[in-house]
């Protein structure tokens, strides 16, 4: 039940440091080794190239998987939308192998790649939260993402699940290849630091529904923009706000907006700047700049040892490649509050279905 909150998609945000920390106790021993099947680690190294495959918010916490696995195993890794691999199969390698990332374990889109993958022999992992669910049971190996059930339309605590056990598996996997970047990445203090982050962000919310109010729910649109690894959580925080509140929200690599979209900016255009990248801060405020000089309502939300006075949400420290854990539950809340100050649904936005078992 929701028991004292006012919708699942609250309650589910609210339970992320207890996913993290239980996915710590499931998926690391004592001293932060990983625990994971030396059948799924074997297999995983004989590939020369990984492909992840979702839907929306999974396929999302797929773009932060290429980067945690290419940092910590420097395998290739490409991340497809399964609806279009389906149809459009990309070129492969000599020795591919196929990563299906699936809250619910249902999604037809996915399970059409997945049969492609079998029909030519490539080995395939399932990272879901339904541990007896279809894409579980038909690729060779699966693992479970333990979030508890998610009952909320839109996902939250799969999203942070799903990169934390594509961090367990990156680090299992590059140790076992030797990988020095893999050795030193402190997996296990690094979530318990994004636990504790994401509990300072919650216990932040009345700044956060202040600013959804304040600068999102007056607009028809607005934008995220990030750069590094804030550009895929500049993605999920774009769908996850359209898809609550419909305000149009698109998530842009910064420095493209102005290559075109620039000139959608006005008076009052909310634009969300995510901060957490040194190499690209300074471009960051420079890209800020732009769309100031514009007219754009910016909300900055950035990292503690990147903050300047005037930021609106500062962000306690995490290792920069664990750094969406925290960051995309403040774009989490946003849309929360801008749904339900609206009145709005906030658990069942129209025409969604929680699984899409149709192409
Ligand atoms: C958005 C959302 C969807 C799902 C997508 C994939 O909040 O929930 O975008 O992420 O339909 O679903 P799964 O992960 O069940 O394959």
């Known amino acids: 039940s929701k028991g004292t909150y006012d919708f699942y998609m609250l309650k589910e945000i609210c339970e992320q440091p207890g996913v993290l920390r239980h996915l710590?106790?499931?998926?690391?021993?004592?001293?932060?080794?990983?625990?994971?099947?030396?059948?799924?680690?074997?297999?995983?190294?004989?590939?020369?190239?990984?492909?992840?495959?979702?839907?929306?918010t999974s396929y999302h916490a797929g773009l932060v998987g290429k980067l945690l696995f290419e940092k910590l195993t420097k395998i290739p890794t490409e991340v497809g939308f399964a609806s279009e691999a389906g149809y459009h199969f990309?070129?492969?390698?000599?020795?591919?192998?196929?990563?299906?990332?699936?809250?619910?374990?249902?999604?037809?889109?996915?399970?059409?790649?997945?049969?492609?993958?079998?029909?030519?022999?490539?080995?395939?992992?399932?990272?879901?939260?339904?541990?007896?669910?279809?894409?579980?049971?038909?690729?060779?190996?699966?693992?479970?993402?333990?979030?508890?059930?998610?009952?909320?339309?839109?996902?939250?605590?799969?999203?942070?699940?799903?990169?934390?056990?594509?961090?367990?598996?990156a680090k299992a996997?590059?140790?076992?290849?030797?990988?020095?970047?893999?050795?030193?990445?402190?997996?296990?203090?690094?979530?318990?630091?994004?636990?504790?982050?994401?509990?300072?962000?919650?216990?932040?919310?009345?700044?956060?529904?202040?600013?959804?109010?304040?600068?999102?729910?007056?607009?028809?649109?607005?934008?995220?923009?990030?750069?590094?690894?804030?550009?895929?959580?500049?993605?999920?925080?774009?769908?996850?706000?359209?898809?609550?509140?419909?305000?149009?929200?698109?998530?842009?690599?910064?420095?493209?907006?102005?290559?075109?979209?620039?000139?959608?900016?006005?008076?009052g255009t909310p634009v969300i700047a995510l901060i957490n990248d040194p190499l690209t801060a300074d471009l960051m405020r420079g890209n800020i700049q732009e769309v100031v000089a514009r007219g754009a309502n910016v909300i900055t939300i950035v990292n503690k040892s990147l903050a300047q006075t005037g930021d609106d949400i500062i962000l306690p420290e995490v290792d920069y490649f664990l750094s969406p854990l925290v960051t995309v539950v403040v774009t989490q809340l946003l849309a929360y509050f801008a749904a339900k100050d609206k009145g709005l649904d906030v658990d069942k936005p129209r025409n969604l279905a929680k699984s899409v078992t149709v192409e």
């Open 90 to 169: 990309p070129m492969m390698s000599q020795h591919p192998f196929f990563i299906f990332l699936s809250q619910s374990g249902e999604t037809a889109d996915s399970r059409v790649v997945l049969q492609e993958a079998i029909k030519r022999n490539i080995p395939s992992l399932t990272l879901t939260n339904v541990p007896e669910s279809t894409l579980a049971r038909e690729a060779n190996y699966s693992m479970a993402l333990e979030a508890g059930p998610e009952i909320a339309v839109a996902s939250t605590k799969a999203y942070t699940a799903q990169v934390a056990v594509q961090a367990v598996i």
């Open 24 to 56: 710590d106790q499931f998926y690391l021993d004592q001293n932060g080794k990983p625990k994971v099947s030396a059948a799924i680690i074997d297999a995983l190294a004989k590939a020369d190239k990984l492909y992840i495959f979702a839907a929306g």
């Open 173 to 267: 996997l590059g140790e076992k290849m030797g990988d020095d970047a893999a050795a030193a990445f402190k997996l296990k203090q690094n979530l318990a630091l994004a636990a504790e982050g994401i509990e300072q962000v919650v216990s932040n919310q009345e700044k956060i529904e202040q600013l959804a109010q304040k600068d999102l729910i007056p607009s028809r649109n607005a934008f995220y923009i990030g750069r590094g690894i804030d550009y895929p959580v500049a993605l999920e925080a774009a769908l996850k706000l359209k898809e609550v509140s419909y305000i149009q929200t698109e998530g842009f690599a910064a420095a493209e907006l102005k290559h075109g979209t620039i000139s959608l900016i006005e008076k």
